[in-house]
């Protein structure tokens, strides 16, 4: 498939193939705008296919072939949603290696929009004196932004702010609700080209289900597992999320299926376990199990960071949850186990805390 246009308008500038190889030959150029060239030069290759690298949530990473032209649909679907227009200024603030990142770059193309580029590890500074028009950000990023209240006005200056690569905490979702600008979490995987549904974080379309792109239904598999019923597709994407369908193009996720514990004859949801505990833990933590001669698996906590006196954690806990889905014991690991963008490998982590 060849790219609709030859070219990218990038920081003020149009960039051609030519321009592109140039940059990527220079030897002290930062890896994060090597990333970015490599991927253009990849796009406007001939090739119809982009190599790709799935996250490593569900197992290890593996590298995947993703058609240029799914890339491309996928791009026009955001700009209708957003009602992004040309000449709009995107801000890529996410290394290219990943694909959202990419996807910025494929939106901007499609769009004809102004793409400025700055290293993901930025303080976002230059957001004081600069607006933009679409934006997408990791949880960690729109965090510390957050936690000084004089950041907050730099990042309404994103007029539509993506947030996605793992999930945010009920503290963060809270704060991001009182935002004037609109932000959004996405739901999606590397196999569709990023994302396939938004949900709306702030202002009055604030709701706790995700809504698909145009073209994009939903339904529920044998599992009660989200099935993708996608445009590009012949066949529906199994997934392995939980899920409420509110309608064929709503939907809310309610924890993996892979994560799911039974205990004592009755399965238990780490994640909504884990919502509830939030306001009182400020480490990373996780519910997670441990081997048990009478219920089979007991249900734990595993807090990251060195150990402390749980006692009023304790407490509070007992204020939280039934008897049963009590966490019986609380492990601390000093490090979590993460996948290359962040999200913690559970089976990990239950692997070290049962000592293998």
């Given at each position: 498939?060849?790219?609709?246009?030859?070219?990218?308008?990038?920081?003020?500038?149009?960039?051609?193939?030519?321009?592109?190889?140039?940059?990527?030959?220079?030897?002290?150029?930062?890896?994060?705008?090597?990333?970015?060239?490599?991927?253009?030069?990849?796009?406007?290759?001939?090739?119809?296919?982009?190599?790709?690298?799935?996250?490593?949530?569900?197992?290890?990473?593996?590298?995947?072939?993703?058609?240029?032209?799914?890339?491309?649909?996928?791009?026009?679907?955001?700009?209708?949603?957003?009602?992004?227009?040309?000449?709009?200024?995107?801000?890529?603030?996410?290394?290219?290696?990943?694909?959202?990142?990419?996807?910025?770059?494929?939106?901007?193309?499609?769009?004809?929009?102004?793409?400025?580029?700055?290293?993901?590890?930025?303080?976002?500074?230059?957001?004081?004196?600069?607006?933009?028009?679409?934006?997408?950000?990791?949880?960690?990023?729109?965090?510390?932004?957050?936690?000084?209240?004089?950041?907050?006005?730099?990042?309404?200056?994103?007029?539509?702010?993506?947030?996605?690569?793992?999930?945010?905490?009920?503290?963060?979702?809270?704060?991001?609700?009182?935002?004037?600008?609109?932000?959004?979490?996405?739901?999606?995987?590397?196999?569709?080209?990023?994302?396939?549904?938004?949900?709306?974080?702030?202002?009055?379309?604030?709701?706790?289900?995700?809504?698909?792109?145009?073209?994009?239904?939903?339904?529920?598999?044998?599992?009660?597992?989200?099935?993708?019923?996608?445009p590009e597709f012949v066949e529906p994407i199994q997934t392995n999320d939980?899920?409420?369908?509110?309608?064929?193009?709503?939907?809310?996720?309610?924890?993996?299926?892979?994560?799911?514990?039974?205990?004592?004859?009755?399965?238990y949801s780490p994640e909504s376990l884990e919502k509830k505990l939030e306001?009182?833990?400020?480490?990373?933590?996780?519910?997670?199990?441990?081997?048990?001669?009478?219920?089979?698996?007991?249900?734990?906590?595993?807090?990251?960071?060195?150990?402390?006196?749980?006692?009023?954690?304790?407490?509070?806990?007992?204020?939280?949850?039934?008897?049963?889905?009590?966490?019986?014991?609380?492990?601390?690991?000093?490090?979590?186990?993460?996948?290359?963008?962040?999200?913690?490998?559970?089976?990990?982590?239950?692997?070290?805390?049962?000592?293998?």
């Amino acid at each position: 498939m060849k790219p609709a246009t030859s070219h990218i308008i990038l920081n003020n500038q149009k960039i051609t193939p030519e321009v592109i190889a140039e940059q990527i030959s220079k030897p002290d150029l930062p890896e994060w705008e090597k990333e970015l060239y490599l991927f253009l030069n990849e796009w406007f290759s001939d090739s119809d296919f982009i190599l790709a690298q799935t996250s490593g949530s569900t197992g290890e990473p593996k590298p995947i072939e993703l058609p240029k032209s799914v890339m491309q649909k996928s791009a026009e679907r955001t700009i209708e949603y957003f009602g992004l227009q040309k000449n709009d200024r995107f801000l890529l603030s996410l290394p290219c290696r990943y694909i959202a990142g990419k996807m910025m770059v494929v939106r901007a193309i499609v769009g004809q929009m102004n793409l400025i580029t700055v290293d993901p590890a930025t303080d976002f500074d230059f957001l004081e004196h600069e607006i933009f028009g679409f934006g997408a950000m990791v949880p960690n990023q729109v965090f510390k932004l957050l936690g000084q209240p004089s950041e907050i006005e730099k990042l309404q200056n994103i007029r539509n702010l993506l947030v996605g690569g793992s999930a945010i905490s009920s503290a963060l979702e809270s704060q991001i609700s009182q935002l004037t600008s609109r932000v959004v979490i996405t739901y999606g995987m590397t196999e569709t080209a990023s994302h396939i549904a938004i949900r709306e974080l702030s202002g009055i379309r604030k709701s706790d289900f995700y809504r698909c792109l145009p073209g994009v239904s939903v339904s529920l598999g044998e599992t009660d597992c989200l099935q993708i019923h996608h445009p590009e597709f012949v066949e529906p994407i199994q997934t392995n999320d939980l899920a409420e369908l509110q309608s064929d193009t709503s939907f809310r996720i309610l924890g993996r299926a892979d994560s799911v514990i039974i205990s004592g004859g009755i399965k238990y949801s780490p994640e909504s376990l884990e919502k509830k505990l939030e306001p009182i833990i400020n480490e990373r933590f996780v519910i997670s199990s441990f081997p048990d001669k009478k219920l089979g698996e007991k249900l734990v906590l595993v807090i990251e960071g060195k150990p402390f006196v749980t006692k009023h954690l304790e407490e509070k806990i007992k204020e939280l949850f039934t008897t049963f889905e009590r966490p019986k014991v609380i492990y601390f690991l000093e490090h979590f186990p993460t996948t290359i963008s962040g999200k913690i490998k559970r089976k990990d982590v239950k692997q070290l805390i049962r000592g293998n």
